[in-house]
């Protein structure tokens, strides 16, 4: 048992914080007991970490993000996805046959997505087998919650990034076997996209899904180039969500669709249907995408919405950015395309980045009691002149602030 003093403030539902000022939360075995004004009478001889005026918030999820790329970031971000992916993406990501240079990357990137507060993620590797174990292995290692893809593409890629399709599938498979037992980062089958993917490969993947019990991560309706594309090279499917359903892609566990721009009805119901998470990546929409998606529209429809870095279509790994830019982009959205649309509140943009995907990784992403402690805790950002609530803290952060503001992080309340 331990407790915690600070400014405490977490997701009470989608449209509402809970706060609570100067207060002391009690975690035993890694979970939330409580959360009181005064150290309960029973709990006075229990050891108390401090933080004084500190604001403590949950870890933040990142439900979208490419660890090669990490080199990458905040270059290359005047180009539309399709260049972007052939002059800067693609090139990078062959690197990573290398495994040296991928474990000097890889390094890096937990290194600084621990830094600025992200303790669980859905992360794409590339196709290269021994690189992607690195990573997977790495994270585990370091307690990050997630999943982790070896990425498949078996068409429309340079040759030294496109898969022969029976060895994508077999060495699919091998890590699907690998990793499946481990304790904090899993593997998730990854078809980088419709464009990239045969449907032969798809197939296969869906029939591992269902042999393991896997789940899959992918950029779904990304961008009207990429659905253009899929209806062009999968003609029996009216729309992208159809590839992946049909192969039964999304019947075993989780359905991560990066982006999730320009949806049509079925893709809606579908995602409605299997409890798909549409992943908002504002910084990458507005970069290598030029799309926004409607947000409002989504959550007022039940969709289930996490947030993205995306990076390297987004620049900046910290996914508290992603909340306050989604924020942004929604009433951009509405401004142009009022139909249909609305703009989202912070504690909308909060839910996303914390509470409503950290249900992806067992009980993350609050610190009601029962929550899974992985948590931080952020500060220096109130001004001499005025103290901030701890809620304008937490916005503040979103809005302004850096790993510099962190000043503490917890994984299963250990203290990192
Ligand atoms: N579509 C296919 N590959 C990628 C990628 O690496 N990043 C983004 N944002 N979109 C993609
Ligand atoms: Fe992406």
Redesign the pocket.
């Known amino acids: 048992m331990q407790l915690i003093h600070a400014d405490i403030v977490y997701s009470q539902d989608r449209e509402h914080l809970a706060a609570h000022p100067d207060s002391y939360i009690a975690v035993e075995k890694g979970t939330v007991k409580g959360i009181w004004p005064v150290i309960p009478e029973e709990y006075k001889d229990v050891p108390l970490a401090d933080y004084g005026e500190g604001t403590l918030i949950p870890a933040f999820s990142d439900l979208h993000v490419?660890a090669p790329?990490y080199l990458n970031r905040g270059i290359g971000s005047d180009l539309l996805?399709a260049e972007w992916?052939e002059k800067c993406?693609f090139p990078l990501e062959m690197k990573f046959a290398d495994l040296e240079f991928a474990k000097l990357a890889y390094d890096v990137f937990i290194d600084d997505m621990i830094a600025n507060g992200t303790l669980h993620a859905c992360v794409?590797g590339t196709i290269h087998s021994e690189a992607t174990s690195y990573l997977i292995e790495q994270m585990d290692r370091r307690g990050i919650k997630g999943f982790v893809g070896k990425v498949n593409m078996d068409r429309s890629a340079p040759a030294e990034l496109t898969e022969d399709t029976e060895r994508s599938v077999r060495e699919t498979e091998a890590f699907l076997e690998k990793f499946g037992g481990n304790k904090n980062t899993r593997p998730l089958l990854t078809p980088?996209?419709a464009p990239?993917c045969t449907r032969e490969l798809i197939g296969a993947l869906g029939r591992l899904g269902q042999k393991y019990g896997v789940g899959m991560q992918t950029?779904l309706v990304?961008s009207r180039w990429?659905a253009e594309q899929a209806r062009l090279l999968f003609p029996q499917c009216s729309c992208d969500t159809e590839i992946y359903e049909r192969a039964g892609l999304m019947d075993n566990g989780p359905v991560i669709g990066?982006?999730f721009i320009f949806p049509s009805a079925e893709d809606i119901r579908t995602m409605e249907k299997y409890g798909g998470y549409a992943v908002n990546?504002p910084d990458?929409t507005v970069s290598?995408?030029a799309g926004i998606m409607p947000s409002g529209a989504l959550l007022d429809r039940g969709i289930k919405i996490g947030l993205g870095s995306?990076v390297s279509?987004g620049h900046h790994i910290g996914v508290y950015t992603q909340a306050a830019r989604a924020v942004q982009l929604s009433k951009l959205k509405s401004f142009y395309e009022p139909d249909g649309n609305r703009p989202i509140t912070f504690p909308e943009a909060f839910w996303m980045a914390a509470k409503q995907s950290g249900e992806l990784f067992g009980g993350v992403g609050s610190l009601e009691p029962g929550s899974v402690f992985d948590a931080i805790v952020i500060g220096g950002l109130s001004d001499a002149a005025r103290k901030l609530s701890p809620e304008q803290t937490l916005e503040r952060f979103c809005y302004i602030g850096t790993k510099e503001n962190i000043k503490a992080r917890y994984i299963n309340g250990q203290a990192l």
């Open positions: 490419h790329q996805l992916l993406t794409y980088r996209f990239s950029h990304e990429e990066g982006h990546c990458a290598v995408i995306d279509a």
